[in-house]
């Protein structure tokens, strides 16, 4: 909320708790009544989130529940502590915050898209390495092969000693 | 030789912007009393930190978050 009055549009962004005592569709009804005040004042609503009931983190007014509701608008900053004001004497409303919003550039978004790339990437390469040591790892050891190696080297040796066992001139 | 510095914070490494409505990645910096952890100890940077902490006290006011434990 800030105190700059600036005669610019600025884009802005409020959250608003109703009380529980609303049925969903009262309130839907109470959001637009909102939104009437905010356009009333020459504001530009850009964006509408309706997030529905929600547990309160703690009580507000005896209230554990209450509707969510997400509103984002372009407003010159004169008016900003109007709807304020208004909003704290609107007594549906238990609670608000009015946020600065900056609206990202082109430039931005262009950036941010080239980062993400870069980490997709990134990941996309651990994984193959990763896959890769696997499967070398697969290939050195082969254990079966080795016991049945001692296994056939066993066998050999009690042949052998089967044939020394029944040589008849061992005992003689 | 210089050993290779890996980039601890959670919102640089991911390319994150900290929201005051996103209560999820908000919890982890938030101790079981729901105090704001340093940036010591999660790695967040100071920057982040900054606005981590502008972020939880933005989440209080509107009851996402807790202000203290039951």
């Known amino acids: 909320m800030s105190k700059t009055k600036s005669v610019a549009a600025k884009h802005y962004e409020i959250l608003f708790i109703l009380p529980n005592k609303f049925t969903d569709d009262e309130a839907k009804k109470v959001t637009e009544q909102v939104e009437e005040k905010i356009v009333a004042v020459s504001g530009k609503i850009t964006h509408r989130e309706y997030w529905g009931k929600k547990r309160l983190a703690y009580k507000i007014k005896g209230n554990a529940f209450g509707y969510y509701a997400l509103l984002e608008f372009d407003l010159e900053g004169i008016y900003l502590a109007k709807i304020n004001q208004e909003l704290r004497l609107f007594t549906e409303v238990l609670r608000h915050q009015i946020v600065v919003k900056k609206p990202k550039t082109e430039e931005q978004l262009a950036k941010e898209q080239k980062i993400r790339v870069k980490i997709a990437s990134k990941k996309a390469a651990e994984v193959r390495q990763e896959q890769e040591e696997k499967n070398k790892s697969a290939e050195t050891s082969s254990p079966s092969d080795k016991k049945e190696d001692k296994r056939t080297k066993l066998k050999d040796l009690d042949d052998k000693l089967d044939d020394i066992l029944s040589a008849s001139d061992l005992i003689k | ?70």
């Open chain 2, 1 to 70: 030789m210089k050993t290779k510095q890996v980039k601890k914070c959670y919102f640089c490494a991911n390319n994150l912007e900290v929201d005051y409505k996103d209560t999820r990645t908000l919890r982890k910096f938030v101790n079981f009393f729901m105090k704001i952890l340093p940036g010591s100890r999660t790695g967040v940077c100071a920057w982040h930190q900054r606005k981590l902490s502008e972020a939880i006290k933005r989440s209080r006011v509107m009851a996402l978050l807790a202000a203290t434990h039951k």
